[in-house]
């Protein structure tokens, strides 16, 4: 088709194949309404739509049928670097050809972040979210709406109403105490952000399983200085916990202060930058999959379903930065 020649109708197929509009509907609607129609017209409508190159528009099929196979991807302000994102869009641009879906992408910046804007998500059929700042208001009323929708990562600012997709982090950071304290360690630091974050509570509950006193255990990011660190090895802590975030602080200030890894000190990371880190990784492209089935359970159930969440499992990654205790 030449630039400048519009694009092929239904009309155009039904002059080509020698029927009736209405007959080029039925066939390319995949008569749902079981009307009577001969093999040989149905292929002959195909084989005109084929020689076309005519392409059905998304929003006329939705209003016909109220789904187009199309899952929207939106994405909120970024929260962490590209490569982090990466590896979940892998995942659900994986799946969802798996399923024989098609993605549309919907982009927003911060300004634009409003319910206009979180509206348009409705050109699909329902729509993974995410990022880290959710803007409550408008996600909220299209959930009242019941528009299918599915956020990937630990979703907290609805109070549980939206299903989400996440890594089981508390388990993990659990499971991290465990290694290091079957290495020997009882003294340790976790530098984190809150109580309140999955992490630190995962790091708490694995203290409590092993008896360690949970004094001084979680420590604010702000205080990852060098001078700490030199203190806190004079005092007899032998291993440092820390989120991903921070990693690249933690370990400048190691260098800073002269202290080896893991000499001085064991060192876990909860989401490992790189395989020579101990710690866990993050499922990224598995969440990224498990989200796609997710949001098509939701699709395809015929009844309201409570909002379900579902945690993976966090990998270990056994790496080469925990030692036991000299």
Not at 137 to 158: C, D, K, N, W
Not at 159 to 172: E, K, L, M, N
Not at 198 to 219: E, K
Not at 278 to 290: D, I, K, L, N, Y
């Amino acid at each position: 088709m030449g630039s400048g020649r519009r694009t092929p109708r239904q009309t155009d197929i039904a002059r080509i194949a020698g029927v009736s509009q209405a007959t080029v509907s039925v066939v390319l609607g995949g008569n749902r309404t079981g009307v009577r129609l001969s093999e040989r017209t149905r292929l002959r409508v195909l084989e005109a739509a084929e020689r076309l190159g005519y392409v059905p528009d998304p929003v006329a099929t939705r209003l016909a049928s109220s789904r187009n196979n199309l899952i929207g991807v939106y994405r909120f302000a970024p929260a962490a670097p590209a490569d982090a994102y990466y590896p979940i869009l892998a995942g659900i641009e994986a799946e969802a050809e798996s399923l024989g879906k098609d993605l549309i992408m919907f982009t927003a910046s911060s300004a634009e972040r409003d319910h206009l804007g979180i509206r348009r998500t409705r050109l699909a059929d329902g729509c993974l979210f995410l990022g880290r700042e959710v803007p409550v208001a408008p996600v909220r009323a299209l959930a009242v709406s019941g528009f299918p929708m599915v956020y990937i990562g630990h979703q907290t600012e609805l109070g549980g109403d939206i299903p989400y997709v996440c890594g089981d982090y508390t388990s993990a950071s659990a499971d991290v105490v465990t290694r290091l304290v079957r290495a020997g360690h009882r003294r340790i630091r976790y530098l984190g952000t809150s109580t309140s974050d999955d992490r630190a509570q995962g790091v708490l509950a694995g203290a409590a399983r092993h008896g360690l006193d949970p004094c001084g255990l979680v420590v604010p990011a702000e205080d990852v200085a060098p001078a700490t660190l030199r203190t806190w090895a004079d005092e007899g802590v032998t291993a440092l916990i820390v989120t991903s975030s921070l990693y690249p602080d933690v370990d400048r200030a190691l260098r800073s202060a002269g202290l080896s890894v893991p000499g001085e000190f064991s060192l876990a990371v909860l989401g490992t930058p790189g395989p020579e880190v101990s710690g866990f990784e993050v499922p990224r492209q598995a969440m990224g999959r498990e989200a796609v089935r997710l949001l098509v359970t939701l699709l395809d159930s015929d009844e309201e379903l409570p909002a379900p969440h579902r945690l993976l499992p966090c990998p270990p990654v056994l790496g080469k930065t925990i030692a036991e205790v000299r």
